[in-house]
């Protein structure tokens, strides 16, 4: 299937750290990616400018906003924006429960990818702890509809992404991503796509407050003459197609559990991510709790469904 099965959870062996920028605030901010015990979840341990500190839990429940990013908590209060390439990152690398101190109230965008937020996790590490992981089960179809974009969970075996996206830019043009999704693919396929705009926004954006750490060292740049600015160039010929499933994949990171099933969208973003998962999450006759078990030594895994506590961390 797509995301290897794993009877138990699992958490980092060691601290890591990565330092950076906020891709709209602009601002240095370092986060530390700790270990954690069974059913943490992740967690940000949020401290502001002020001083002024909270957990947030990375849970659908908690996004206070998906104009630009996924951001968080509350936008006028404590918050953590831009959490999508890392929660991508962990969900991938198979990474249950992470405790994470920010000193920002942004994520940094290193270079726009998850690329350095999967080397700081492997070099840290991963270990199993003692308690079995449970794993979300689409069982009937859901889907949600916005004017040309829909996105939708359909039942399947493996953890599949189906992602395209149609822009009027002839550089961007219509593309589609399709496939399961382990650590491997991940790291080989998706992990380092980067974010990507238009220079014929930049300055409204700016005048908005965003985008103030945005650069050619973090994001791949469209110029008026519609062409790829970056000296480099690419680093897929499909680089936009497969960001957007990086991004996707972050925001449904946010559900608490790996999902098993196929999520297929059209012309997506983060709030259509967002509303999709939240609209499985709230029909219980959509989806099932699973772990997995071994019922004879050497035996593959199969998967039983299970009672899931009232305070699991996908209930909404």
Request: some cysteine.
């Amino acid at each position: 299937m797509g995301i290897e099965l794993h009877d138990y959870q699992t958490t980092l062996k060691s601290r890591a750290t990565l330092s950076g920028v906020g891709v709209h605030s602009g601002k240095p901010v370092t986060l530390h990616l700790n270990p954690a015990d069974v059913d943490t979840g992740v967690i940000f341990n949020c401290t502001t400018e002020t001083g002024e500190s909270r957990e947030i839990r990375g849970l659908v429940s908690e996004i206070g906003g998906t104009d630009l990013c996924t951001v968080l908590g509350n936008t006028d209060g404590v918050h953590v924006a831009t959490v999508e390439h890392l929660m991508a990152a962990l969900f991938a690398l198979g990474v249950d429960n992470v405790s994470i101190d920010i000193d920002g109230s942004e994520v940094p965008i290193l270079d726009g990818s998850s690329e350095l937020f999967v080397e700081a996790i492997e070099q840290a590490g991963l270990r199993s702890l003692a308690s079995k992981r449970r794993y979300i089960r689409v069982i009937k179809p859901i889907r949600i509809e916005k004017g040309g974009s829909w996105a939708e969970f359909i039942p399947y075996s493996g953890t599949r992404f189906e992602v395209e996206i149609d822009f009027e830019s002839p550089c961007i043009g219509r593309q589609l991503y399709a496939g399961d999704i382990d650590p491997e693919a991940f790291k080989r396929d998706i992990s380092r796509a980067r974010t990507f705009g238009f220079m014929k926004d930049v300055e409204r954006l700016w005048a908005a407050g965003y985008a103030l750490g945005s650069s050619l060292e973090n994001s791949v740049v469209i110029g008026d003459d519609d062409r790829v600015i970056n000296l480099e160039g690419l680093r897929y010929e499909d680089e936009f197609v497969r960001h957007k499933t990086l991004d996707a994949m972050g925001d449904l990171a946010l559900a608490g559990a790996r999902f098993i099933g196929c999520f297929r969208s059209y012309r997506g973003g983060h709030k259509l991510n967002a509303t999709a998962l939240r609209r499985l999450l709230s029909d219980r006759s959509a989806f099932e709790i699973v772990e997995s078990t071994r019922r004879e030594r050497g035996r593959a895994a199969e998967l039983i469904a299970v009672n899931a506590p009232v305070f699991a961390p996908w209930a909404l």
